[in-house]
Each structure stands twice: as C-alpha cells, then as structure tokens.
C-alpha cells in the first residue's frame, strides 16, 4: 500500500493511493510514498519509509520541505526523487528550502525522476533575515547520503550545505559523531549569497555554542569519504567551495567553478578551499575568475592538487600554507595548466611540509611563479614557463578552451610520473610517456587517442548548467560560525551539517556531452527568464 501526504488547510493528511487521482502520476515513478504540492513536514517514521522504498515528490510548488527520520540501509538506501515533472522549493521566510534532519541516513536524494528534466528539483532560499538562506541542507547528524540532479540558485547564504554543527547534548562533538560517505554529484549551483558548497566545519580550534545561557566550546564533526563531482558552481557570494574536517577519503573531481566571491568579504573569496585537518585529492577540475586564490590549501594534511586548469585569479592560482596542522605532510601539485594569476601559480609554505612537488605544470608566467619557503622540503619539476597566452599555444583560449595544440611547448615536455598515480588528464586520456606539462595531454600521443579514453574531465569553460549524465553509475554527475545550541526549528535557523558514496578519484561519463547540455540547460532558463520578465 502507498502513501499519499497531502497539506490541508495547514495539517497534514494521509491518503490510500487508490482514493488520490494524483497518485495515479506516481504509478509511473514506481513510488511507494507520494509527498504532494504544499507539504512541509515530512517524517520518514511517522509515515512508515523503509529501506529500499522510493518517497516521490510530485511536481509543483513548495515553500520548503523538511524530511526527518528518513532511514535507510547501505543495502536499501531510500529514493527521494521527483515525479511528473519539477519540483520547484522557494522559501523566502525561513533558513533553508529543503533539509534533513533526525540523524537521516543511508537515503538517496535525486532529481532524475523525469527524463525530460535535467534538475528535477529547482530550489532557492532568498532570505537574508534573520536567518540567510541555505538551498539544500544536511543537518542533524545526517550521514551516508547521495545527492544529485538539483538546481540551486538565489540563497541568502550557501547553496548546499552539508555538516552538524556541535549540539549541547554532545551528540555531534568530535569522534562521537563522523559524517561519511557522503556523495555530491550533478548539481547546478548559482547566485549564492555565501558559499556555493559548505561541506564541514571550518572552526577546526573549536565551536562556541550556548546552552542553558552559558558559553561552552565543543570540537565539529570530522567526514570519512566525501566526494564532489560534476558540479558547476557560479556568481558566488563568497568562496565557490570550500571543505573542511574531511580527515579521509576526500576526492573533489571533474567541476567547474567559476566567478566567485562577488561580495567581497575577506577570507572568503577563494576558488576552492580545503581546510584544516582534511586530506583530499582535488583532480580535473576547471575553476576561473576570482578575486583571491584559485585553490586555497590552509592546514590541510596530504592533499593532491592535479589535472586542473585555473584561470585569472586575482592572487595566487594555488596556495598552500601548513599553519597549525601537525606534521609531516605532504602536497603533491601537478599537471596544472595555471594562468592569469596576480600573484603566483604556485606557492607553498610550512616548515613541516616534507616531500611535497611541483610537477609538470604548464604556467603562463614568469619561471618564478612556482616556488616554495626555505624550510619546504621540496622538489619542482619538469614545470614548462611560456610569458604569454600566444606563446602556450592553446587551442582557443579566446573562448576558454585551454587544451593544446600540436607545436604548444607544453607537448611532450613533462616527466613521467605514472608510477606516482598521474596517468589520466584532464580529458581523461592516459598520459602519453613523456607527458605533456599541464593539465591536457596532446590527444595524438596519448595511448587512448581515438579509443573512447577521453571525455570526462573538467572541461572548458563555456556552458551553462550540468545535464543529466552518469557518473560512477550513479546516475549523472560551504562558512560562517554559528552559535545556536541544536538544531533549527521548523521556522527559522540554529545548527548546521549531516549514500552509499563512493570516494574515488577517477572520473565518470562522457564530460564534452554534459558541458554540451549545460549550455542548453543555460539557454533554457534565460529564455524562461525573459519570457517572465
């Protein structure tokens, strides 16, 4: 028997499927819950979820939807998905505009319930006050979540958020709480008034909270596997993405980020920041147009920054610094195609940092651009250094397209290091031996030339929204404090963080094909929106 939840007159009703003519739709999206236009409150207890079932929210319009208790297994994740059409969520009262809570976990969160729909969920939060709007919102000790197929756009502060705040229970402090597993993927996220993507805490010495009036410090959570893939962000506020506390199995891969913090506010303008005491591998991703660094690496354990291309930055293209973060670590920068910086392409710096390189990058710039301090164990490599964009040799750098061409210095002018994990380019093409410098191969000397071998890095940097494609099977591809105690309420803020996620640092499905409906998707929406206006 299914379920249909209906909003009535500000109550909540459930109906037998066979009594709702709105439940026939759902015969078609295979649902054994239907969620209908109007509801706000939907609780995966109450309303009987099950591992393994599928929860459809049917098409129309939404001031907000909390889910709670939403529990599944690894085996039976529960499907959250769309049906009949979009799902369109706009709350402009209230924290955020869909959220889970109630320790959720183990539950799939789709927007791939209509072929004919490329994000079956558009979603926004404009608020500003007294509570900054979050798009989407993993709270609560949500863990071991799947999200993909979402549009974001218009948030008072984040676009996704993805972490829980310290709560006065305890409950979430460090190590009695881990967030893990958690799989981002296929996601459009645009005209942010903060973060595009905040994933973890960024108070790594410790979180204020106030209980029963008085002041107490409790640690944040750490993250065991989260991986970000196929994402565009764009227009941020603040920093496009930023990832904090993810101790182990970090993979950031395969994005575009581009034009970010529009607002201004120190410390939070950079590209992609990877915070203290996380380890990820940040690979193929293609971030442009900011004010401060591109890739912004501040206390973070080992961390691998390759196969990205990073355009115009107003500061540094890639910056690494090991502050307060124990030692050794190790930051390994390679195959980057690094242009138009203000600063530098490269800068590293912490007396604890041991064996980090700079490998094969391809840098429009000085042959100074790369460097680390004095108490850096370093090496730098097989960097090839051209003083302007003519002399690189790119395919259409006019048009962002930074791959090269047969007589580009870069070709061939790299040292292979295979052996070391770097065998796949921003194309997804093996690395020909000798590779080229940069974030391309030369797809004539790679040994998957003509044989299906590319296709899934980051792209250039035209296109609009990310279209439905597949991803690791998956079906298709973040900072303020805070100081409430718990978490929020179901009318205003408080708290704040949470698949069967799988955390590798390959890539997925044909990448020209996506970047190709993003645009289309892109095109889309601007002809909608000036039908409207």
């Known amino acids: 028997m299914r379920t249909v939840v209906r909003f009535l007159g500000g109550a909540v009703f459930m109906l037998v499927a066979g009594f709702a003519s709105r439940a026939m739709a759902g015969d078609d999206c295979g649902c054994d819950h239907t969620i209908e236009p109007g509801t706000g409150q939907v609780n995966g207890t109450e309303l009987g979820f099950m591992p393994g079932d599928v929860v459809c929210v049917m098409a129309g319009d939404y001031e907000y ?302 042959d100074n651009a790369i460097s680390a301090g004095n108490d850096v164990g370093w090496d730098a490599s097989g960097n090839v250094f051209v003083p302007n964009i003519d002399a690189a040799l790119f395919s259409d750098p006019t048009n962002d397209d930074f791959r090269i061409v047969g007589d580009s210095p870069a070709r061939g002018a790299g040292i292979d290091h295979t052996a070391d994990g770097f065998d796949v380019d921003h194309d997804g093409f093996l690395r020909a031996v000798p590779p080229a410098a940069g974030a391309y191969e030369h797809a004539d000397d790679s040994p998957t030339s003509g044989a299906g071998g590319g296709g899934d890095g980051g792209g250039d940097l035209n296109g609009g929204g990310p279209a439905a494609g597949g991803s690791n099977g998956s079906g298709g591809n973040p900072s303020t404090g805070g100081s409430g105690g718990s978490a929020v309420d179901s009318d205003g803020g408080g708290g704040d963080d949470g698949c069967s996620c799988h955390t590798t640092s390959g890539g997925g499905g044909n990448h020209a094909a996506w970047l190709a409906g993003l645009g289309l998707v892109a095109a889309a929406r601007a002809r909608r929106g000036r039908r409207a206006g």
């Open 65 to 366: 939807i909390r889910f709670r208790e939403v529990k599944g297994t690894s085996a039976d994740p529960i499907v959250v998905k769309n049906c009949g059409g979009v799902v369109n969520v706009h709350n402009t009262d209230r924290a955020y505009a869909i959220d889970f809570q109630g320790s959720s976990h183990d539950f799939h969160l789709t927007g791939t319930g209509d072929p004919n729909e490329p994000y079956g969920f558009r979603v926004s939060a404009p608020a500003t006050d007294p509570y900054p709007g979050i798009g989407l919102w993993f709270l609560d000790k949500s863990t071991d979540y799947e999200v993909d197929h979402i549009e974001v756009f218009d948030t008072g502060f984040a676009g996704v958020m993805a972490k829980t705040d310290p709560l006065c229970d305890g409950s979430a402090d460090q190590d009695v709480f881990i967030q893990r597993n958690v799989h981002l993927h296929h996601l459009w996220v645009h005209d942010t008034g903060g973060e595009g993507f905040y994933v973890g805490s960024t108070q790594s010495n410790g979180h204020t909270i106030t209980c029963d009036g008085q002041s107490e410090v409790h640690q944040p959570h750490f993250l065991e596997g989260i991986e970000i893939d196929h994402v565009l962000v764009e227009d941020t506020g603040w920093d496009g993405m930023q990832v904090g506390m993810a101790r182990m199995g970090c993979s950031v891969h395969d994005n575009v980020i581009r034009r970010v913090g529009g607002e201004g506010v120190q410390y939070q303008q950079q590209g992609l920041q990877i915070g203290t005491y996380s380890s990820c591998d940040i690979r193929r991703n293609t971030l442009s147009d900011g004010p401060v660094m591109g890739v912004f690496v501040l206390g973070a354990y080992d961390t691998t920054v390759a196969d990205n291309v990073i355009a115009r930055f107003g500061e540094d293209a890639v910056y690494a610094n090991l502050n307060m973060t124990p030692g050794p670590v190790s930051y390994r920068i390679v195959h980057n195609t690094l242009l138009g910086f203000g600063g530098a392409a490269v800068r590293v710096f912490g007396d604890q940092v041991e064996g980090a390189v700079g490998w094969n990058n391809f840098v429009v710039g000085a």
